[in-house]
């Protein structure tokens, strides 16, 4: 199972873009990327999940170098309701790191 | 529409009590089925999941055990609580095909062993 790390924290303010990275340096050929995102005291939302470079939904986009090795989620003009944890994934299991806290300011 | 229903909401035992909790899906067949625990400030960490009825792996070793009766009954138990036990448990379903990690998790149980 593919290593994952990304920063413990981060702040942003309303109406900006902020983008979380996660590193996964040993990722399999087969291994998918995915993103999650959980509220307090709720089970986590599946966010979006690619393969390589630029995936994009309604909600994020993810993007994804060349190599692989790692991962950048971005959330476009986020709000005070984006305040949450965010988990990237690596693999086929559905296992959880300790994610990203974000912290969105007025 | 697929929907996943987890019960109790909340849950206070004496330690040395037995526990089940209990879980249900709709709308699907043969799904992956997983039992998480989230403990106060804390990673969210798989504990059990199953591929099929009767088939269970558990991720960690500890003081529970898990079941699956009915393809889309899945349920945590344990036959004496510790304090440690104490936690928000989450159930959560995902379709039965190759490389799938999206998940679906239900409204979760918080435990309290007193």
């Known amino acids: 199972l593919a290593k994952t790390t990304q920063p413990i924290s981060m702040d942003s303010y309303e109406g900006q873009e902020v983008n979380i990275t996660c590193s996964h340096n040993?990722?399999?050929?087969?291994?998918?990327i995915t993103w999650y995102q959980q509220f307090p005291s709720q089970g986590p939302r599946f966010i979006i999940q690619?393969?390589?470079t630029k995936v994009t939904n309604e909600v994020a986009s993810l993007f994804i170098p060349a190599d692989r090795k790692s991962s950048t989620l971005s959330l476009p003009r986020v709000s005070l309701s984006d305040t949450a944890v965010y988990y990237c994934?690596?693999?086929?299991?559905?296992?959880f790191g300790k994610g990203t806290r974000l912290h969105i300011l007025p | 529409s697929q929907t996943i229903h987890q019960w109790p909401a909340t849950l206070v035992q004496p330690v040395g009590s037995p526990l089940s909790l209990e879980c249900t899906v709709e709308g699907t067949s043969n799904p992956n089925l997983y039992w998480y625990r989230q403990a106060a400030g804390r990673g969210l960490q798989l504990l059990f999941y199953s591929v099929g009825i009767g088939q269970i792996s558990s991720e960690v070793p500890q003081n529970l055990s898990a079941s699956r009766p009915q393809d889309r009954q899945f349920i945590l138990s344990s036959k004496k609580l510790l304090l440690s036990d104490s936690g928000f448990y989450l159930c959560?379903?995902?379709?039965?095909?190759?490389?799938?990690?999206?998940?679906?998790f239900g409204q979760g149980t918080r435990l309290t062993v007193v």
């Open positions: 040993n990722i399999a050929t087969n291994d998918y």
């Open positions: 959560a379903w995902s379709q039965n095909r190759l490389l799938n990690t999206e998940a679906f």
């Open positions: 994934l690596v693999g086929d299991k559905i296992i």
């Open positions: 690619g393969y390589k």
